[in-house]
């Protein structure tokens, strides 16, 4: 029988991370030593506390069950109180907070809820690519906005033709951002609101990264603005504040109405989380938060040396104010796939190129702090001694 893989399949862009998985699992091959800066995706252990939470409540067989569902109402109210406490914003637990099986999950599936084939959705470039393959899945048209330096890597809201911006649905912002480690203010999202009011667009903003932060600088939420819930929602995940990406675990909250339609495709896709990771959550949610300053502490101490390295020998970079991700400009006269391919093969070290992410991010590659201090001086070792 001859397989033929739908034409939304075939609009997808590779799977970025699986190509670099096949060069990675090449390199080791051939017995390259390997530093892998690639994935975002935390190497240090989920927090004890959290743990043992996960053990007691695997036993209990109230969770054995399907969970179905916006979530338990504890696990909502550790949400509701966490957002309160972080920052100040009140959501209800009864509709407007939604469980999700990892924030990727309702990232994903929101589109299924609004978007109307040849409905706009706004993507920013270069970008978490999720946003634009939720698109294509429900057969919306991608409109790009490029992140460039120049605009602080925020998209240029007056830059969007007016006939675009009418016939967009869905917006997505994400800052902290993923890939450039650019962050927002208060001020962008009043100007997110206002825009997404003028024109009817639902945002949704990706807030992965809040608990990542240094030198104190705490990233605000959309939600602070006034009006933002009329307008759109917040994802957030507990997996890089407790370096939990594998159990699963996110929500989005805001509006209850944008909750409902996504509570609605999930219903008719998934029957939930499960119930013992959500109680587990809620513990990490609202026991002392000590841990997550020492992951702080983590991140900025590998920052420091890594880009206090990088720019010993020759390279330019900044030093994030957030995320664990380094977004670096190329040597000159390199593009991203050449300076990619040049750190594999002649230093073993596995990073993102920037176009891989949106052809915005072309001159750039990101390096992900996820490795220890020593392999990060390491890293940049085994760079000092490439020849360009
Ligand atoms: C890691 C990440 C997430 C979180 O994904 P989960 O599915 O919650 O693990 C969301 N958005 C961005 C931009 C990320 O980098």
Request: with cysteine; hydrophobic share 35%.
């Amino acid at each position: 029988m001859k397989i033929d893989y739908s034409e939304r399949l075939k609009k997808l862009p590779p799977y970025l991370f699986a190509e670099i998985d096949r060069k990675k699992k090449a390199a080791i091959e051939r017995g390259v030593d390997i530093i892998s800066l690639g994935v975002g995706d935390p190497d240090l252990p989920t927090p004890k506390h959290i743990v043992d939470a996960m053990k007691i409540a695997v036993e209990k067989p109230k969770h054995h069950q399907y969970p179905f569902g916006a979530g338990l109402l504890d696990f909502r109210k550790a949400v509701s109180d966490w957002y309160k406490m972080r920052f100040n914003v009140d959501l209800n637990p009864q509709n407007e907070i939604h469980s999700l099986i990892g924030s990727k999950e309702g990232i994903g599936h929101i589109h299924l809820a609004f978007i109307n084939p040849g409905d706009i959705v706004l993507v920013p470039e270069p970008g978490y690519p999720v946003y634009n393959c939720g698109t294509i899945f429900s057969d919306g048209m991608p409109y790009f906005l490029p992140l460039i330096e120049k605009n602080n890597f925020l998209p240029d809201l007056e830059k969007i033709p007016e006939k675009i911006a009418k016939r967009a649905k869905i917006l997505f912002i994400n800052y902290p951002n993923n890939p450039t480690s650019a962050t927002a203010t208060l001020e962008f999202y009043e100007r997110v609101v206002r825009f997404a009011e003028k024109y009817n667009i639902i945002v949704c903003s990706d807030l992965a990264y809040s608990e990542i932060y240094f030198d104190g600088k705490k990233p605000p939420s959309f939600l602070e603005v006034e009006g933002a819930k009329n307008v759109g929602v917040e994802f957030h995940s507990l997996s890089k504040t407790y370096q939990m990406t594998g159990w699963r675990l996110g929500w989005a909250c805001g509006n209850s109405e944008i909750i409902a339609g996504l509570s609605e495709v999930k219903d008719n896709y998934d029957s939930g989380v499960f119930g013992a990771v959500q109680e587990a959550g809620a513990v990490a949610l609202t026991s002392s938060q000590n841990c997550v300053e020492e992951m702080r502490k983590v991140y900025q101490n590998r920052r420091d040396i890594f880009t206090g390295e990088l720019n010993k020998i020759g390279w330019s970079v900044k030093k994030p104010e957030a995320t664990f991700y380094v977004w670096a400009k190329v040597p000159k006269g390199y593009t991203s796939a050449d300076t990619v391919t040049k750190l594999l093969d002649e230093a073993g070290i596995i990073c993102t190129p920037g176009n891989g992410l949106g052809p915005s991010g072309e001159g750039y590659v990101r390096f992900a702090l996820t490795v220890s201090e020593t392999r990060l001086k390491q890293a940049v070792e085994k760079i000092s001694k490439i020849k360009w």
